[in-house]
């Protein structure tokens, strides 16, 4: 019997009262969580708040483009950075249906990061929003993930140097497990321009170790020097309950203490969560 493909789902998506054109077909699941308000609401909460007409939105992290056209609904300019190949078709079709959206997004077709160049992608489930640089994911319990592209990587610092960061209202960066490497490589710049950043904690993908406990505390040492490459912030955020909660460095100190105890007192996988950390000068 011969393979048949299924039709595009062709539909208008609505957040927070603003309305965009989707090809649902793919992963339809969970644009209906995003329209309910089901998937991370603060995002969207922080896009409202720091995005303009007269301003940029820098995504790194697109994948198949909700904060992209939602950003792209407010900001003057959107540049989106999205490195996995199964994504990236899916995001293309989503700019295509919304021409008006998609002339202010620049898509660039690759991960930002420390150096221009090339690097593996690693994802055993590729296009499911997991892609990484890290090839062993920690979440519930390590697991090491297969090669299945090399992608360009664009130099974090070069990038953010050639732009006019005085127009820059957000960056957006949720790259699984990148921000470590990522946040301290361009830490002066953001200490010089401070724009407000989103940025998504990965910590459980630092787990480079069969050990547990080595693991827990590289965990928490790397998320601690990252909250100090942004310690200029005098306001940090986190989501909490599906809203921007404020002392977020606090909790997020907090949240990473317990995780550890945790592990280091039973002996079971790591597990310290996905933090939606929001800053802001």
Wanted: charge should be negative.
């Amino acid at each position: 019997m011969m393979a048949t493909i299924p039709p595009e789902d062709i539909r208008t998506i609505t957040i927070n009262e603003t309305s965009f054109t989707v090809d649902a077909s793919y992963n339809t699941k969970w644009w209906g969580l995003v329209e309910s308000g089901s998937w991370e609401p603060a995002t969207f909460q922080a896009i409202d708040r720091l995005v303009d007409k007269g301003s940029t939105y820098i995504d790194v992290g697109a994948w198949i483009g909700g904060t992209v056209l939602y950003g792209a609904a407010k900001a003057s300019r959107v540049i989106a950075f999205e490195p996995d190949p199964t994504a990236l078709a899916n995001l293309k079709n989503n700019l295509a249906v919304n021409p008006d959206l998609a002339a202010k997004i620049e898509l660039v077709e690759g991960a930002l990061g420390t150096f221009d160049g090339e690097a593996p992608l690693y994802n055993n489930s590729p296009g499911d929003s997991g892609s990484s640089l890290f090839s062993r994911f920690g979440y519930k319990k390590t697991v090491e993930q297969k090669k299945f592209a090399d992608i360009k990587l664009t130099d974090g610092r070069r990038f953010l140097e050639n732009l006019d960061m005085s127009k820059v209202s957000l960056i957006k960066i949720d790259i699984e497990g990148g921000e470590y490497d990522l946040i301290p490589h361009i830490a002066d710049i953001l200490a010089t321009h401070r724009p407000s950043l989103h940025i998504s904690f990965h910590p459980f993908n630092i787990s480079p170790s069969n050990s547990e406990t080595t693991n827990a505390y590289l965990q928490m040492s790397r998320s601690g020097a990252l909250l100090d490459c942004l310690s200029g912030y005098e306001h940090i955020y986190v989501e909490k309950d599906g809203a921007l909660a404020a002392n977020g460095r606090q909790l997020i100190l907090d949240q990473m203490r317990e995780k550890a105890q945790f592990t280091m007192q039973r002996c079971s996988p790591t597990g310290i969560s996905c933090s939606k950390l929001r800053l802001a000068p």
